[in-house]
């Protein structure tokens, strides 16, 4: 059974960091592309950042670009997002995704990250 849980999210101050953990099962963790998208309240879910398969290529939404990074564990099949300088618009749900062009994608069932004074 495959199962994304992500974990880590919480309540921060602005100016704040977090770090977000997707923990992969139930499938073959480095045959994917891992990434992490947001769904702010009221909006679509979109793209912030993603890694290959085996982290040496990254990409990142323009509007977390130098604050946010992606890395990954092939041997502990986790994917990390540490999150500097967090702004009152990133909070959102933050989702965990697995692609590949050949098995197809999956989801995990996101976590609350809320940035607020």
């Known amino acids: 059974q495959v199962q994304l849980v992500e974990s880590g999210g919480g309540l921060v101050q602005p100016g704040g960091s977090l770090r977000l953990t997707c923990a992969a099962s139930g499938f073959t963790f480095n045959y994917y592309t891992m990434g992490w998208f947001r769904q702010a309240p009221g909006k679509e879910r979109v793209f912030v950042a993603s890694?290959?398969?085996?982290?040496?290529?990254?990409d990142y939404a323009d509007s977390v670009q130098g604050r946010f990074t992606i890395a990954r564990d092939n041997a502990k099949r986790t994917v990390n997002l540490n999150m500097n300088n967090l702004r009152p618009n990133d909070t959102a749900v933050y989702y965990c995704?697995?692609?590949?062009?050949?098995?197809?994608?999956?989801w995990g069932e996101g976590t609350l990250v809320t940035v607020s004074s």
């Open positions: 890694i290959n398969w085996d982290g040496s290529k990254t």
């Open positions: 995704h697995a692609a590949s062009s050949t098995w197809g994608d999956y």
